[in-house]
């Protein structure tokens, strides 16, 4: 479930704020002024929106539009990287989507608010006042990763003109129930590749990239930051996958305060999970050609790690595309999901705290 943070500065705001924290158990309330059960860490708007622009998937503010878009101008970067904003005015009669209302879901939000406090959504993108699924609202409904995101603009335009674009998927990539998505799939000269091969974009109009790689790992302790990033990237380039695509990082459990690996995944927002030796050891009893190491088992209690870290699941649909590598002190796997069904994600924002 996705995090959000409520900014809000006066009496109204924090009681128009409290009530929708009060139903929904994933936001954050945030206050450079004192209010009992807000977050007041910060002594200026602009720095708490700083913080918040790098640590919450949305953010709701509660105060005039015109305040809002002064203090949020220094911190907007791009559409695939900025949090969706949504602002509601201190009488709670408007919830406007303000920035990232397609890939940041800053529309759903907007809707979930406004159903919740029975006022006016204010969507303004042009797509959906004129009833067109966008590229990027598929994007972000299929968990798919757009580059180069600039040609967003390109295909939306063209689908606004009543023209038709082209997706093809991929040979390991599946659309449940057909292979054409609607008007999405049609001859012509917009063409889009769904895939996670690391091919030159300019070789298709854009690309879209679905989260089907695994990425096991094991390296000594204290390993260089530096090191382990000039690795992990070289390797993927070696096998022709693209970095958008990495679904997670993952190693053993001695391994979770590895500096290198958290550096890593926070660098480029890609989960880190670790497992039990027991749990890897299980990969191996199911997998018996992969090999066990003596060595490996005599320090961690398994008979390997990046390996059975990459194959690791419930539903054995991992196989791997690169077995064990050793690079200068580290190891690394790469397995794929296969096939990859494309499922539309539960794209709702707010939790009810009765939910678990």
């Known amino acids: 479930m996705k995090k959000i943070g409520l900014i809000a500065l006066t009496d109204k705001g924090f009681l128009l704020g409290e009530k929708i924290a009060t139903e929904y158990s994933n936001i954050d309330l945030l206050t450079v002024k004192a209010r009992k059960d807000w977050h007041i860490e910060w002594d200026k708007l602009s720095v708490l929106v700083e913080d918040a622009f790098e640590k919450y998937d949305g953010l709701i503010f509660i105060m005039a539009l015109g305040i809002v878009v002064r203090v949020i101008k220094e911190n907007i970067k791009s559409k695939d ?98 292979n054409r ?77 590895e500096q290198c690996i958290l550096d890593f995944s926070k660098k480029y927002k890609i989960p880190f999970v670790t497992f039990s030796s027991n749990e890897l050891n299980s990969v191996f009893n199911k997998n018996t050609m992969l090999k066990k190491s003596q060595f490996v088992y005599k320090n961690t209690g398994t008979w390997g790690v990046a390996e059975p870290a990459a194959l690791f699941s419930e539903n054995d649909n991992l196989y791997l595309i690169l077995s064990r590598k050793e690079i200068d002190g580290m190891t690394i796997a790469i397995s794929e999901e296969k096939p990859f069904v494309i499922v539309k994600n539960d794209n709702r924002w707010l939790k009810r705290k009765e939910e678990k």
């Open 181 to 257: 998505f609607d008007r999405f799939f049609s001859s012509s000269e917009l063409k889009g590749f769904i895939t996670n091969k690391d091919i030159p974009s300019s070789k298709w109009d854009i690309l879209l990239r679905p989260k089907n790689i695994i990425i096991g790992v094991g390296c000594k302790k204290n390993f260089s930051t530096d090191k382990f990033e000039q690795n992990f990237l070289n390797t993927l380039k070696d096998n022709n996958i693209s970095l958008k695509s990495v679904k997670e990082i993952r190693s053993i459990q001695i391994k979770k305060e």
């Open 81 to 178: 990287l900025d949090p969706a904003i949504v602002v509601i005015d201190e009488q709670g009669r408007n919830t406007i989507s303000v920035l990232s209302g397609h890939l940041g879901g800053g529309n759903n939000l907007t809707e979930e608010i406004a159903h919740f406090l029975k006022n006016n959504p204010v969507i303004t993108t042009a797509t959906d006042v004129n009833n067109i699924y966008a590229l990027d609202s598929f994007a972000s409904d299929y968990g798919l990763e757009i580059e180069p995101v600039k040609n967003i603009k390109k295909f939306n335009s063209a689908l606004l003109n009543g023209e038709n674009i082209e997706l093809i998927l991929d040979e390991s990539i599946e659309l449940p129930g057909k």
